[in-house]
């Protein structure tokens, strides 16, 4: 491994009961908490130096990231350029952005960056001379492919769906794990990646990192070092059927498996590019939106009349921005011929998987919300279908056809490196 160093670190992010917990239609709080809300840093240094943080927080916006990833290179030297830092998307943690119903937590998301900054400070003065195995596991019954068509023609959300006819896209198996080896053979940090939404707690209403950040923490428990989950493409993608304690257990039974069969790896060098992506705000019809969301929503929901609200009400502030131009960041790593490709968003499954095939490197693999939070990035295909993840709101605002873009300039982005 000739002078590859890695160092790992985490820590608690601070939160109280009266604080909102994120990921939900209307506004909630807390009863009970398991596990820890964390950031979790890796320092990977060679040639140059890469930092790598996993925060147990629903979603990160592009100012937040940006301001403590200029102070992590201002205080680590670390350039701005080679810092992912992803949210793991828990639904269970206290709110990092307004939408829906609730508006952010200030307080929390400055205990973010501070935790951030801790794990990152702790990582880079614990750098040790590593070696590092690789296997591309796989687990295929924690989720599925969640935009189900209903015999109406409507793509399932939530509520009653014994009428479901088929899934409308794929659903990604992948679960690869890389480990970072002390030289006594004990793990310095573990990486894994998968694709379902975070969204599963042992307790009723918990503050939780969700059943992926509980078996990252079982995990470390168990083996020793700092444990990071990244996210993969999961935009259309939840359980539906599995209790979180099963999910807990299936996750860490894949990861182990990963592990055991997993093979030494040369990283002959690594490195990062982060560039801009402009996209748009999409234009929308009123009219349209009011009637696939209300049709939905009386039909298959219980109190229907405040969710076609919320809806409402994030249009009418959108109603404004139509056609406005953002900019964003997407990013690749490489590790060897690892890459991992952070996405500003919940990318929909069937671009996660296109952009692997049109790779140039054999083992790439989405890192979603990743540096920023454009809501869903759907494929055109899901856009026609409709549903949730396309009904206009801060959820889901991006122009059709930007996911497609989006992997263009990634490939063109990877071939590049």
């Not at 009961?17 to 994120?22: H, K, L, T, V, Y």
């Not at 573990?190 to 503050?207: L, M, Q, Y």
Request: glycine residues 8%; aromatic residues 8%; contains cysteine.
């Amino acid at each position: 491994m000739g002078g590859l160093r890695v160092g790992s670190s985490s820590s608690e992010i601070a939160s109280d009961e009266s604080m909102i917990i994120a990921g939900g239609i209307h506004p909630r709080f807390a009863s009970a908490k398991e596990g820890k809300i964390r950031a979790s840093a890796l320092i990977v240094e060679k040639n140059i130096k890469v930092c790598i943080v996993s925060c147990d927080v629903l979603v990160l916006q592009k100012d937040g990231c940006d301001e403590v990833c200029r102070e992590i290179e201002e205080k680590f030297g670390i350039p701005f350029e080679n810092i992912l830092i992803a949210a793991t998307h828990t639904h269970h943690a206290p709110a990092t952005v307004t939408i829906h119903g609730y508006e952010r937590d200030e307080t929390f998301v400055s205990n973010v960056k501070h935790s951030i900054l801790s794990a990152v400070s702790a990582a880079d003065e614990n750098l040790k001379s590593v070696d590092v195995n690789f296997w591309l596991g796989t687990e295929s019954t924690v989720g599925q492919n969640s935009r189900l068509l209903l015999s109406d023609g409507t793509i399932y959300w939530v509520g009653p769906r014994g009428d479901a006819l088929r899934p409308t896209g794929p659903f990604d198996p992948d679960l690869p794990v890389i480990m970072f080896k002390r030289r006594d053979g004990s793990p310095e940090a573990i990486i894994f990646n998968h694709s379902t939404h975070n969204i599963g707690t042992r307790r009723p209403e918990a503050v939780s990192p969700g059943f992926y950040g509980l078996a990252a923490q079982e995990l470390e428990e168990e083996n020793g070092g700092t444990v990071l989950f990244l996210p993969g493409a999961s935009g259309s993608t939840h359980n539906l059927t599995l209790p979180a304690d099963e999910m807990i257990l299936r996750i860490k039974n894949a990861v182990k498996e990963a592990l055991s069969e997993s093979k030494s790896k040369d990283v002959p060098r690594i490195a990062s590019v982060k560039r801009e992506f402009e996209y748009r705000v999409r234009i929308f019809d009123e009219e349209k939106e009011e009637k696939a969301v209300s049709y939905y929503c009386s039909k298959r929901v219980k109190n229907p009349e405040p969710v076609i609200g919320v809806f409402r009400k994030m249009r009418r502030k959108l109603s404004k921005l139509q056609g406005e131009t953002r900019r964003t960041w997407i990013q690749a790593v490489l590790l060897g011929d690892v890459a991992l490709v952070g996405i500003p968003g919940e990318l929909f499954t069937r671009l996660g998987i296109l952009l692997k095939r049109l790779s140039p490197f054999r083992h790439t693999y989405i890192v979603e919300l990743a540096n920023d939070w454009i809501g869903y990035i759907p494929d055109r295909q899901a856009y026609d279908l409709g549903g949730y993840q396309v009904w206009m709101g801060f959820h889901s605002y991006v122009e059709k056809g930007a996911g497609e873009a989006m992997v263009e300039k990634t490939v063109r982005m990877l071939c590049n490196l």
